[in-house]
């Protein structure tokens, strides 16, 4: 059957609504979700009072109080920023897979391919066994981060002397590093404080629990121009998609891009991995749910990787603080679980 002129016309009309549709449901599921978190735990708190709370702090004397001052320190001062934390590396790890799988044309890759979370876990266990806080609450982080970006430095490096800078030697190359890496942070925790190595195997396993206001500028900071970037080079990551040979006939500096994606990749993952220690599957899972509902085209899927990574990280922390409560679990075993479960069905659908 023919189209008519009037169909045809508006097919555009109707994939645009269709985009919008998905793009306001993730920013309504994520706006939910951060409100369940913020509510959840503990000791729970009405939504009405979260409400009032949020109200009040961001425009005061709005609202008259009727909450403890207790319940205001949960809400304000431990739960929104943590959820916040949790939206901003979750939007990181999963724009970042995004990015990777892409340019590596590998449907595994995540942001921990180069060795930058080993590198981050390497900062962090000297920060926290060796070092002491120098710097205060800031130390962990900052040696994590620090440690990242060194990791990224040496695989750029090996890649460059080796020459490695297809996408299968660039993935050799992190893995090696990485193995490298994790072996220099084992020794720092045999030499280190028995008595301080729960600390570390919490960090290590992932954990959002010193979320605080005046750090959530960090992976702010990074995530806005680095996502801005990325999303910018979606023609490019397309065409980077269907293999070196057709980008490169369509003018783009295959290796140099490569790299660059790279580059900033390490930089939004460094300092995720600063604030929330190793949080895995993120980046894996989000970009092929994505392109399950969206297609292929990187325009949409980064972008909304981001969205419902942000969405993913937020609901699974709740759930990690209301598991065990009062305890948390670090977020790393729900990720992980939920990981291995996301895998064997996408296993099964592919058969």
């Known amino acids: 059957m023919t189209e008519t002129p009037l169909a045809t016309a508006a097919h555009p009309a109707l994939r645009l609504s269709r985009k919008a549709g998905v793009v306001l449901g993730g920013c309504g599921m994520l706006f939910a979700a951060i409100l369940v978190a913020v509510s959840t735990g503990a000791v729970p708190v009405p939504l009405a009072t979260v409400w009032g709370v949020l109200a009040n702090e961001l425009v005061p004397g709005i609202v008259t109080p009727d909450w403890t001052a207790g319940r205001e320190a949960i809400v304000w001062d431990i739960r929104f920023p943590r959820a916040l934390l949790a939206a901003l590396v979750g939007a990181g790890l999963g724009i970042t897979g995004a990015a990777l799988q892409s340019v590596t044309r590998n449907p595994l890759a995540d942001p921990h391919l180069l060795g930058i979370s080993s590198g981050g876990a390497f900062g962090a266990i000297a920060a926290l066994l060796h070092t002491g806080l120098f710097l205060g609450l800031l130390t962990v982080p900052l040696m994590a981060f620090g440690g990242a970006l060194a990791a990224t430095v040496l695989v750029l490096a090996v890649a460059r002397v080796t020459g490695a800078t297809s996408a299968d030697r660039l993935v050799l190359a992190g893995v090696a590093v990485s193995f490298i890496i994790m072996a220099g942070a084992n020794i720092l925790i045999f030499l280190g404080d028995p008595k301080a190595t729960h600390t570390v195997v919490f960090w290590m396993l992932g954990g959002l629990g010193l979320a605080q206001w005046s750090h959530l500028i960090y992976p702010l900071a990074v995530l806005v121009p ?26 783009i500096p295959v290796a140099r891009f490569r790299l660059s994606v790279f580059v900033a990749g390490a930089l939004v993952t460094g300092v995720m991995v600063a604030f929330s220690g190793i949080i895995g599957f993120v980046g894996l899972m989000m970009p092929h749910l994505v392109r399950l509902v969206a297609g292929g085209d990187n325009a949409r899927v980064l972008p909304l990787s981001a969205l419902f990574g942000a969405v993913f990280l937020v609901l699974a922390d709740t759930l990690a603080r209301v598991i065990m ?14 990981g291995g479960v996301f895998f064997l069905w996408l296993m099964a659908r592919r058969a």
Do not use: F, R
């Open 325 to 338: 409560a009062p305890e948390d679990m670090p977020i790393g075993v729900v990720t992980g679980l939920v």
């Open 226 to 251: 680095a996502g801005l970037w990325l999303w910018s080079q979606a023609p490019a990551l397309n065409a980077m998609s269907l293999g070196d040979e057709t980008a490169a006939s369509l003018g």
